[in-house]
């Protein structure tokens, strides 16, 4: 039984081995409950390896080597008897078994060392005695045969310091080494060197040419082998040895630099991190600084202008102070020098009341009938013109509307004009807005010519024209003032040469000159919506030359030029001063009366667009401080009814004059709250907030798209059209009244005194009255009061007079009434009767 036991075959089997350096063992080890198990282990033999980097140096006229010892005899092997498992070591030996190997292997690398020492210091005595022996032969030689020997430079041999108590090494200095190249095939190897490489077979010769495609690897071998030489350092690692030693040996000849000094612009506010960027310095320096000063703040937190200021004066830089405002665009303080100012064309505002004939005279001077193309023959809109004089010279006329809403276009017309032309009519004499263009014109400076217009008409009379306008201070030439008048008629087309003739007069004496060599500044006329050309802007050009491609802002827009459209509707590449043009390329509409500027660069005019559009929205939403005076308005308005509309208009103007009427005729019962001002057709989006906030929408020259109609037509949205602004506040006005409703009117009648109170069938009762003012008549409505305490207001159901009904009784007559609704009368009690009327509230 014991027999199979021993030769039952077992899982392990002992490791395979290619050379007999390894020996087999087995250990047993013990587990808890008494299991055991035992482990194959292989022993190595302890292998002396040499100093890793030097290679075997080459034999150089070495005498031969002693015979090798005959090898001993051989041995017959025993097999080696099993380990016992107390014949394991213990830590203690283990440790000892290490250190003691340790130590032989340091002994092994110092005897390693010494030797190749000796044989560094044989070769330098060799080849010195090489040297010595070759530069003999060369005296010897002839001087004419014998070439020049080639320097040599000689190199000390390569020493190793190393000490035996252990300690470390000198420091060395770096020296870059060479990239190593890749040999060349090395040629077939000679009867001798295939002797020594038997001899050495722990480096045997590899074919390099074969192995190309791991040239490059680097391996243990190729580490190891001489043939390679030592890896080159990195680019990197050079330049830091580089650094290192010029900080080394350099640093204390080195210079220090003088720090640059900066202009640093600081706002009103700006970020830390941002200053730092401006100062070119690190952002935890200027933290620090902060810091210091008891202010604890991060890298991205803003702080004031006062504390950058400190900051940048602490770090040696010079601080430039820049506001908000700078960003804007400032025209009082930009001056032309009066040597670029060349003359310009004069700008010529025709002003007068409605129907007076401005415009059939701006007719009559250019040739054109604008008259015939405008809604109820009034002029709604501010128009810009040139005409051609006989002598050659450029007229500007700019024509404003004479309706008493079209106030701000004929302040802004006045504004930018140099002479203003009065027209009134020599049959209806001065009017409202006659005399309000005379205060435009007298506000803005400017000289005034009077042409008396409609003096082929019957009934005029030109002369009360002139003794009227002495009224408002207004003298004429004929009268011994400095005013020019010309009598005129625009139908018939007489004294329009003399009308020129003075406007060329006085322009002559005015001397207007602008500069034309400067970007051009211009002043928006009138802005619109255009459906196929986008948002269009009529200018007036006050001084440069505004060209096809400027980038330019105006007001919170801004935009680039990409057309320039003149009043006979022909482009032009470029537009002088005093000289009208349509500017297309807009971003949005802007504001009638804002400037128009043009910038260096589209960024430039987007910084002022949005600076400025900032502005206009804190002035919107900005709160009014309460006060005695507007706390009780906002006390009615807020009591008034609201009638909200929607509006949309054809141009800038004819919007603002409709917003600005209808406010006007607002009460402290209703007023009108405009949710919408907008320029341009009717869109889904007017109709949406119009059918959500059930206010009517109103078209000024403008109609709804397909789409907005069905929304209308959805929704039941209330559309009113007009194209004549006084028939737009009539209507407006009309259903503002209709709103609030009719007016209900009181008057008081008569007065009554209860003297007696009497049962009148099973629930009524009836008062025995005495008429004391006035009358009493069946039906009227009636107040009982008591002590002056109304009790009741109802109306009188039944009148007697001595049993008979009657249906009136007047005053100092005593009658019977029965009252509807109440019975709630005693003696002593007034009656108040009184007649209720309605009428149609007006506004």
């Given at each position: 039984m014991s027999d199979d036991t021993n030769n039952k075959p077992t899982l392990t089997r002992k490791p395979l081995t290619l050379s007999r350096s390894l020996e087999s063992g087995e250990v047993k080890q013990t587990f808890s409950h008494g299991r055991t198990n035992k482990v194959v282990v292989e022993v190595k033999r302890k292998k002396l390896v040499g100093k890793p980097g030097y290679a075997p140096e080459p034999e150089v006229a070495a005498p031969p080597p002693p015979p090798p010892p005959p090898p001993p005899p051989p041995v017959a092997a025993t097999p080696a008897p099993r380990p016992a498992p107390n014949d394991m070591?213990?830590?203690?030996?283990?440790?000892?078994?290490?250190?003691?190997?340790?130590?032989?292997?340091?002994?092994?690398?110092?005897?390693?060392?010494?030797?190749?020492?000796?044989?560094?210091?044989?070769?330098?005595?060799?080849?010195?005695?090489?040297?010595?022996?070759?530069?003999?032969?060369?005296?010897?030689?002839?001087?004419?045969?014998?070439?020049?020997?080639?320097?040599?430079?000689?190199?000390?041999?390569?020493?190793?310091?190393?000490?035996?108590?252990?300690?470390?090494?000198?420091?060395?200095?770096?020296?870059?080494?060479?990239?190593?190249?890749?040999?060349?095939?090395?040629?077939?190897?000679?009867?001798?060197?295939?002797?020594?490489?038997?001899?050495?077979?722990?480096?045997?010769?590899?074919?390099?040419?074969?192995?190309?495609?791991?040239?490059?690897?680097?391996?243990?071998?190729?580490?190891?082998?001489?043939?390679?030489?030592?890896?080159?350092?990195?680019?990197?690692?050079?330049?830091?040895?580089?650094?290192?030693?010029?900080?080394?040996?350099?640093?204390?000849?080195?210079?220090?630099?003088?720090?640059?000094?900066?202009?640093?612009?600081?706002?009103?506010?700006?970020?830390?991190?941002?200053?730092?960027?401006?100062?070119?310095?690190?952002?935890?320096?200027?933290?620090?600084?902060?810091?210091?000063?008891?202010?604890?703040?991060?890298?991205?937190?803003?702080?004031?202008?006062?504390?950058?200021?400190?900051?940048?004066?602490?770090?040696?830089?010079?601080?430039?102070?820049?506001?908000?405002?700078?960003?804007?665009?400032?025209?009082?303080?930009?001056?032309?020098?009066?040597?670029?100012?060349?003359?310009?064309?004069?700008?010529?505002?025709?002003?007068?009341?409605?129907?007076?004939?401005?415009?059939?005279?701006?007719?009559?001077?250019?040739?054109?009938?604008?008259?015939?193309?405008?809604?109820?023959?009034?002029?709604?809109?501010?128009?810009?013109?040139?005409?051609?004089?006989?002598?050659?010279?450029?007229?500007?006329?700019?024509?404003?509307?004479?309706?008493?809403?079209?106030?701000?276009?004929?302040?802004?017309?006045?504004?930018?004009?140099?002479?203003?032309?009065?027209?009134?009519?020599?049959?209806?004499?001065?009017?409202?807005?006659?005399?309000?263009?005379?205060?435009?014109?007298?506000?803005?400076?400017?000289?005034?010519?009077?042409?008396?217009?409609?003096?082929?008409?019957?009934?005029?009379?030109?002369?009360?024209?002139?003794?009227?306008?002495?009224?408002?201070?207004?003298?004429?030439?004929?009268?011994?003032?400095?005013?020019?008048?010309?009598?005129?008629?625009?139908?018939?087309?007489?004294?329009?040469?003399?009308?020129?003739?003075?406007?060329?007069?006085?322009?002559?004496?005015?001397?207007?000159?602008?500069?034309?060599?400067?970007?051009?500044?211009?002043?928006?006329?009138?802005?619109?919506?255009?459906?196929?050309?986008?948002?269009?802007?009529?200018?007036?050009?006050?001084?440069?030359?505004?060209?096809?491609?400027?980038?330019?802002?105006?007001?919170?827009?801004?935009?680039?030029?990409?057309?320039?459209?003149?009043?006979?509707?022909?482009?032009?590449?470029?537009?002088?001063?005093?000289?009208?043009?349509?500017?297309?390329g807009l971003t949005g509409v802007p504001s009638a009366g804002d400037v128009l500027t043009v910038v260096e660069n589209e960024a430039r005019a987007r910084e002022v667009a949005l600076y400025r559009k900032e502005q206009s929205t804190k002035v919107r939403t900005a709160q009014v401080t309460p006060n005695l005076e507007n706390l009780f308005d906002n006390l009615s308005a807020t009591r008034a009814m609201e009638y909200p509309v929607v509006i949309k208009g054809d141009v800038q103007g004819s919007v603002e004059a409709i917003v600005t009427a209808l406010n006007n005729i607002s009460t402290d019962e209703i007023k009108v709250r405009v949710l919408l001002a907008g320029v341009g057709g009717i869109t889904e989006s007017d109709m949406l907030l119009a059918a959500a906030s059930n206010a009517p929408l109103i078209g000024f020259n403008v109609r709804p798209n397909s789409k907005a109609a069905a929304l209308a037509k959805r929704d039941r949205v209330r559309l009113k059209y007009f194209d004549v602004i006084y028939h737009l506040t009539a209507d407006i006005a009309k259903e503002m009244a209709g709103e609030l409703g009719p007016e209900i009117i009181e008057t008081v009648v008569g007065r009554a005194e209860v003297k007696d109170v009497f049962s009148a069938g099973k629930r009524d009762k009836a008062a025995g009255l005495l008429v004391v003012e006035g009358f009493i008549r069946k039906g009227l409505s009636t107040r009982l009061t008591r002590d002056d305490v109304i009790v009741s207001k109802t109306t009188i159901a039944s009148l007697r007079r001595f049993k008979d009904n009657v249906d009136e009784v007047r005053a100092g007559l005593e009658c019977g009434v029965v009252l509807a609704d109440t019975n709630d009368v005693k003696a002593g009690d007034m009656l108040e009767i009184f007649e209720v009327e309605e009428r149609e509230r007006t506004l």
């Open positions: 070591l213990s830590r203690q030996e283990r440790q000892a078994k290490l250190l003691r190997e340790a130590e032989e292997a340091r002994l092994a690398m110092l005897e390693e060392s010494r030797r190749r020492e000796d044989e560094a210091r044989a070769r330098a005595a060799e080849e010195e005695k090489r040297r010595a022996e070759e530069n003999r032969k060369a005296e010897e030689a002839p001087a004419a045969t014998a070439p020049a020997p080639e320097p040599v430079v000689e190199q000390e041999p390569e020493t190793t310091v190393s000490n035996d108590d252990g300690a470390a090494p000198a420091p060395r200095r770096f020296t870059p080494v060479e990239s190593p190249k890749r040999p060349a095939a090395a040629p077939a190897p000679t009867e001798r060197e295939r002797e020594e490489a038997k001899k050495a077979p722990h480096r045997p010769t590899r074919d390099r040419t074969a192995d190309r495609r791991q040239s490059g690897k680097l391996t243990v071998t190729r580490a190891l082998d001489d043939d390679e030489g030592a890896r080159a350092r990195s680019l990197a690692a050079l330049k830091r040895a580089r650094e290192k030693e010029k900080r080394l040996h350099g640093g204390g000849n080195r210079q220090q630099q003088p720090k640059q000094s900066r202009d640093v612009v600081v706002p009103e506010t700006i970020t830390v991190q941002e200053l730092a960027n401006r100062m070119a310095e690190k952002g935890s320096d200027l933290v620090k600084a902060l810091f210091k000063m008891g202010m604890p703040v991060t890298i991205n937190e803003t702080i004031d202008q006062d504390t950058a200021e400190l900051l940048v004066e602490e770090f040696g830089h010079n601080i430039t102070r820049v506001s908000d405002a700078d960003v804007d665009i400032v025209h009082d303080e930009d001056v032309d020098a009066p040597e670029t100012q060349k003359p310009r064309p004069p700008v010529v505002t025709v002003m007068g009341h409605v129907d007076h004939g401005k415009t059939s005279l701006l007719d009559a001077l250019r040739g054109a009938n604008v008259v015939s193309g405008e809604a109820g023959g009034i002029t709604q809109h501010i128009g810009a013109y040139q005409v051609k004089a006989k002598d050659g010279s450029v007229i500007t006329f700019l024509d404003t509307p004479g309706h008493e809403a079209f106030t701000q276009m004929r302040r802004r017309g006045a504004s930018v004009t140099d002479i203003v032309i009065l027209v009134v009519a020599a049959d209806d004499g001065l009017m409202p807005q006659t005399i309000e263009a005379i205060k435009h014109s007298k506000e803005a400076g400017v000289p005034m010519i009077v042409a008396i217009n409609k003096v082929d008409k019957e009934g005029a009379n030109p002369q009360k024209v002139r003794e009227r306008l002495l009224e408002h201070e207004v003298i004429v030439e004929q009268m011994g003032g400095d005013v020019q008048d010309v009598e005129v008629s625009a139908l018939k087309k007489t004294g329009l040469d003399t009308l020129l003739e003075k406007l060329a007069l006085q322009a002559e004496l005015m001397e207007l000159k602008a500069n034309p060599d400067r970007p051009a500044e211009a002043v928006v006329v009138e802005a619109q919506l255009d459906k196929g050309r986008g948002a269009v802007a009529t200018v007036l050009v006050k001084r440069g030359t505004l060209r096809r491609g400027d980038v330019f802002v105006v007001g919170a827009e801004s935009g680039k030029v990409r057309a320039l459209v003149n009043d006979k509707g022909q482009q032009v590449p470029e537009a002088g001063p005093a000289t009208p043009v349509e500017v297309l």
